[in-house]
């Protein structure tokens, strides 16, 4: 699936069996769940606390909205802590 939002792309995809994963293209920002068993952002695999792949996109279609694109510092806030 795809969303467009303030000029950014947000693009999700659930894989059964295996995870899912959510991807900002413009900014270059990976959220998934995918070979190390949490939820994490890449590339320093911080785990973050949701495992619901729809309230981590509705997070980050949110912080897009808010910021006009990826504040990967406010976006740990918001999905880390």
């Known amino acids: 699936m795809e969303i467009k939002v303030k000029g950014r792309t947000v693009i999700y995809r659930i894989v059964p069996k295996k995870g899912w994963a959510v991807v900002v293209k413009e900014d270059n ?3 998934d769940n995918y070979h190390y068993g949490y ?3 890449h590339s320093d695999r ?3 606390k949701y495992d619901d792949i729809y ?3 509705e997070i980050v279609v949110r912080h897009i909205e808010k910021y006009g ?3 990967l510092e406010k976006l740990r806030e918001e999905l880390c802590r």
């Open 29 to 31: 920002v990976l959220i």
């Open 46 to 48: 911080e785990p973050i």
């Open 69 to 71: 694109k990826v504040e």
């Open 55 to 57: 309230k981590v996109v």
């Open 39 to 41: 939820p994490h952002i």
